[in-house]
């Protein structure tokens, strides 16, 4: 959900200021210490390595995110042109890999980053809201159980687009949500209304001719793509053979800026959006509704791939590639330190991968339930980390604020 997304990032634009957008606007040479804790002096560490294998870092991610959305792209033609069990089934095991790589990359998220804010010709916003909002109101999109001719694609008033999809998304009301990866998810799955499996939508839903099927179909087709071009865009801003784009500006920052910004979107994902706004707040409403991928029934994947996206800055890794993570920085500054922030992202990603699926049947169980302690311990252990990365914030002379509601 938007609001709830946005929260975070302005606590973090609070903490840094509001200076970064001058900072960048004014050009790489004009750079703050907003991170820098008062009276400390510049750092003596150096973690040029850790923030340029950082940026590299975020472009491999990003990169894998766009090639998996395009297998997505591919997997929907076929849907599109030969609807059938098996084409479907094709479609949703590559929704499935496409959201999981973006969501290992939501830790570069929280800091002002193209992400979130993005100085584009249509406005200053970055993609973030439109491509993983939620949670999602199935109706505003299409038919649910109790009222068949729900949503904009059955409304042929609406001319269907990518502008008349996007300019109604989340404007009355922030479940309105129109694009990315849930409004796909919902179109490959359906709704989900078992506790016990994901949504069941038959392959029929997109046979040709049928005049309000071939507006689904075109929906599908339309907001597929619209995920591709934004991530596209946003690995771009992270490509180093590109011209002006922000990760220029990134590496031009101050060090202790960049760390800040870095350690930020690290502890604010862990410490207030995973552990608080996908996890804790479905937990304590039992909705199904809160949970974020609750049409495909993945959302166990996504909150590990989200601690892994945390994981894989710390340690420097991304699959076979291996960088410089902060790791390495902080076992130079104080090695104690290092130690236990290593042990608990060991731990977290632990406690993360042990959360049973599906997710709807633990929010639906009792308290002291075995999936409910496995939940609830992954958000203890999140909490834990969180507290631990502003600890290393101030091990390298930053003040590091993360969200608390």
Not at 302 to 331: P, R
Not at 391 to 405: C, Q, W
């Amino acid at each position: 959900m938007r609001k709830r997304q946005k929260t975070a990032i302005l606590v973090a634009a609070a903490f840094l200021g509001m200076a970064t957008t001058s900072a960048f606007a004014s050009g790489p040479g004009v750079v703050p210490s907003n991170f820098a804790a008062p009276g400390t002096a510049a750092p003596t560490y150096g973690a040029a390595a850790e923030i340029v294998s950082y940026t590299a870092l975020v472009h491999r991610s990003y990169t894998d995110a766009y090639n998996k959305a395009v297998v997505l792209q591919t997997a929907v033609a076929g849907l599109l042109a030969n609807p059938s069990a098996a084409t479907l089934s094709v479609a949703r095991e590559a929704w499935i890999g496409a959201h999981v790589a973006y969501s290992q990359t939501e830790a570069f998220r929280f800091y002002e980053g193209p992400i979130d804010f993005a100085a584009k010709e249509d406005g200053d916003e970055g993609p973030e809201g439109r491509l993983n909002a939620w949670p999602l109101n199935e109706a505003f999109i299409d038919y649910v159980k109790g009222n068949p001719k729900a949503g904009i694609i059955n409304d042929t008033s609406i001319a269907l687009s990518e502008k008349s999809i996007r300019e109604r998304d989340q404007v009355s009301d922030e479940s309105d949500v129109t694009t990315g990866y849930h409004a796909v998810e919902f179109l490959l799955w359906g709704q989900d209304d078992s506790k016990t499996g994901p949504g069941a939508r038959p392959a029929s839903d997109y046979a040709a001719g049928d005049p309000i099927k071939e507006r689904r179909r075109l929906y599908l087709s339309t907001v597929t793509n619209g995920i591709v071009d934004d991530l596209l865009w946003l690995t771009a801003q992270w490509d180093v053979r590109n011209g002006k784009v922000f990760v220029h500006q990134f590496t031009a920052l101050d060090q202790r800026d960049a760390l800040g910004r870095i350690i930020t979107g690290m502890a604010t994902l862990a410490g207030f959006e995973l552990s608080s706004e996908r996890m804790s707040v479905a937990l304590d409403s039992g909705d199904q509704e809160d949970e974020t991928s609750c049409f495909s029934d993945t959302s166990h994947l996504a909150f590990a791939a989200n601690q892994q996206s945390i994981a894989n800055i710390w340690f420097g890794e991304l699959g076979e590639w291996k960088g410089t993570g902060l790791q390495a920085l902080v076992a130079r500054v104080d090695p104690a330190l290092e130690k236990r922030v290593s042990a608990q992202v060991r731990k977290t990603s632990a406690s993360l991968a042990a959360i049973p699926a599906p997710v709807d049947r633990i929010l639906g169980s009792p308290e002291g339930s075995a999936g409910r302690a496995k939940m609830e311990a992954a958000v203890a252990n999140l909490a834990s980390e969180s507290k631990l990365l502003v600890e290393v914030g101030k091990a390298l002379g930053l003040t590091i604020a993360v969200a608390t509601e």
